[in-house]
């Protein structure tokens, strides 16, 4: 939620916002804090003293969502058989938890297949034979209870024969 951008804010609407327990001083909602994110959102709120229940006008515990992959491209050459590559990690930040992941493809090879694709990480796999060639694009897509955000990564499987 937003805290509201006009009218009286109360301690319990801070609380009840960005956290903290009853008899949490107002001091400790300092932007860039323990509690108050660093967001465009929260620009009026200050950083050091003096420190006022108005500031908190407009305020909100939420960043929008955003995720990035490493490596965003993977490519594995491999003698003929069973082929896993390296892990991609799905690094999530902003938004607010808890968070689900989903590896799914776009395009490509359907022989390749996300070997963990409900894990914030996984590696890819495929058969290959001796004339494999495959190259798969797929979305990783990360939802929380601000939403989704996404990112693709390319993957190459082949045969070194």
């Known amino acids: 939620m937003t805290l509201p951008s006009t009218g009286a804010i109360s301690m319990a609407m801070l609380r009840?916002?960005?956290?903290?327990?009853a008899g949490?001083?107002?001091h400790s909602y300092y932007r860039g804090g323990a509690y108050v994110p660093n967001t465009a959102?929260?620009?009026?709120?200050?950083?050091?003293?003096p420190i006022t229940l108005h500031d908190f006008r407009g305020a909100s515990a939420s960043?929008?969502?955003s995720?990035?992959?490493s490596p965003p491209t993977i490519t594995r050459l491999a003698a003929p058989g069973n082929v896993t590559t390296a892990v991609c990690t799905a690094t999530a930040t902003?938004?607010?938890g808890p968070r689900t992941y989903a590896w799914?493809?776009?395009?490509?090879?359907?022989q390749i297949t996300a070997v963990n694709p409900s894990s914030s990480a996984t590696a890819f796999a495929a058969t290959i034979t001796a004339s494999s060639n495959y190259t798969a694009v797929f979305r990783c897509t990360v939802t929380d209870s601000t939403g989704s955000a996404s990112a693709n990564v390319t993957v190459n499987i082949a045969s070194t024969v």
């Open 16 to 21: 009840a916002e960005f956290g903290g327990a």
């Open 24 to 26: 949490t001083p107002l």
């Open 41 to 49: 959102a929260n620009a009026a709120i200050p950083t050091a003293p």
């Open 63 to 65: 960043t929008a969502l």
């Open 67 to 69: 995720v990035s992959l």
């Open 94 to 96: 902003g938004g607010a």
């Open 104 to 110: 799914t493809r776009l395009s490509g090879a359907t």
